[in-house]
């Protein structure tokens, strides 16, 4: 799991190690990519620095989500499946936000 903290005041970051340490099983990397850089916003700041550096690992899949995202428990096993025996290209989901 990569969770890239974009400087929120919430903590997210820093409850997200505790939890990870607690509980273990997780390897968990938190980066802050720091102030984004002039035409960046936060969100997309903080999506390029998450995306490159997942791809150094070569996941089969990315999921990207916010703290305030609440997932149902099989939702990616879920997804996963829907993928099929084909992968993940050309696969996308995108979320209905109201």
């Given amino acids: 799991v990569i969770l890239v903290d974009d400087c929120s005041s919430d903590g997210t970051g820093e409850l997200a190690r505790e939890l990870a340490d607690r509980f273990g099983g997780l390897a968990l ?3 802050t990519p720091g102030e984004p850089e002039p035409g960046w916003t936060g969100k ?3 999506l390029r620095h998450g995306i490159a550096l997942a791809r150094l690992h070569k996941p089969d899949f990315l999921l990207l989500t916010d703290a305030d995202i609440a997932h149902e428990p099989d939702s990616l096993r879920d997804l996963v499946a829907a993928a099929g025996t084909e992968g993940p290209d050309g696969f ?6 109201a």
Avoid at 92 to 97: F, G
């Fill in 92 to 97: 996308d989901l995108v979320s209905q936000m």
């Fill in 44 to 46: 997309l700041w903080a």
């Fill in 29 to 31: 990397t938190v980066v």
